[in-house]
């Protein structure tokens, strides 16, 4: 099992900038990969960044240039560095990990609210 708690969220200006972070406890050992997504209202859910146990990094193209995925291993942390925001950006931020051996996300944080305002 692993837990994921997401922090960081919050309001902030076009231009600003803010770093989410998510903490993983649990069987940390076995997370191959560790993605941000996020969800704004009446759109689908979208896959923001993803690092894996490697440290290969992945960005949708509406982010590359403004946002950065990075980790910590010491401390089970992943982090989400979101320059040059956009009112588009705001969105539910949630964070979730895929296990070595599964092609899914399985296990979710409970979220982070971003809001950027023009």
């Known amino acids: 099992q692993v837990q994921l708690v997401e922090s960081g969220g919050g309001l902030v200006q076009g231009g600003g900038s803010l770093r989410l972070s998510c903490a993983a406890s649990?069987?940390?050992?076995?997370?191959?990969?560790i993605g941000w997504y996020r969800q704004a209202p009446g759109k689908q859910r979208e896959l923001v960044a993803v690092i894996s146990s490697g440290g290969s990094t992945n960005y949708a193209d509406s982010v590359k240039g403004r946002f950065t995925i990075s980790r910590d291993n010491a401390k089970n942390t992943v982090y989400l560095q979101m320059n040059s925001l956009k009112p588009e950006d705001t969105a539910l931020y949630y964070c979730?990990?895929?296990?070595?051996?599964?092609?899914?996300?399985?296990?979710w944080g409970q979220g982070t609210q971003v809001t950027v305002s023009s």
């Open positions: 649990g069987s940390t050992f076995s997370i191959a990969a």
């Open positions: 979730a990990a895929r296990l070595y051996g599964v092609s899914e996300y399985n296990y």
